[in-house]
């Protein structure tokens, strides 16, 4: 059985990533997935080195650089920007999706509230069921930055879950949710959970991931 392999990124660079032997380190890679909260001068170091497809969601501190000529960039040159899009890739035989930010706890930038997340994740439903036509499947790998309800979330305003996520997942059960956010200071604190048909993976600093 063919595998496919991901390297999952999210909130902190990691040395092991951030390191000249990143081919040596992480080889037989098909693709790379961030979940937010980090730098673009990260990610583009990250697409350079491995040559290999980035999609990406922003988190919900986004660091925004200006180029040479004075021009604030909002994106990572060479990535592939997954918020409130449906996309089939045919090398990967991949159809991932993805919502940026978190629940809005300030004034803050990429933060919403349950009804903005609900509006937007509805707005991914039509391409969804179209996939189902098409390819025989909704959805392989979902991609957020804020964590469902009631898996790896937590209570302050800040990190708590997303109602729609949660319903994406139980409606469309895509092999993969893929979040981060959620920072994992307590070696106990679960990374990874089984819900349904859908493993659930916070990917804070990096997680790789293999899947059939």
């Not at 159809?95 to 933060?111: K, P, T, V």
Request: glycine share 8%; with cysteine; hydrophobic share 35%.
């Amino acid at each position: 059985m063919n595998e496919t392999k991901l390297l999952g990124l999210s909130d902190v660079e990691a040395p092991t990533v951030y390191s000249p032997r990143i081919r040596e380190r992480f080889s037989g890679l098909d693709a790379v997935i961030s979940c937010g909260d980090l730098p673009w001068h990260y990610l583009e170091f990250v697409v350079s080195m491995l040559d290999l497809p980035l999609y990406y969601v922003q988190g919900n501190h986004v660091f925004d650089i200006e180029d040479g000529e004075g021009e604030v960039r909002h994106h990572p040159h060479g990535a592939i920007n997954l918020h409130r899009q449906v996309i089939y890739d045919p090398k990967l035989d991949l159809i991932l999706a993805g919502i940026e930010g978190s629940l809005r706890y300030n004034r803050g930038r990429y933060q919403y509230t349950q009804r903005q997340m609900w509006q937007m994740v509805f707005g991914l439903v039509p391409q969804l069921l179209f996939n189902k036509v098409r390819y025989g499947r909704y959805l392989d790998v979902f991609v957020t930055h804020a964590a469902p309800t009631g898996i790896h979330d937590e209570d302050d305003p800040a990190h708590k879950g997303v109602d729609a996520f949660r319903w994406l997942i139980d409606t469309f059960s895509p092999k993969l949710h893929l979040h981060g956010h959620i920072h994992l200071y307590d070696p106990f604190k679960a990374r990874e959970t089984m819900h349904g048909q859908t493993r659930v993976i916070n990917c804070y600093a990096y997680r790789e991931i293999k899947f059939p």
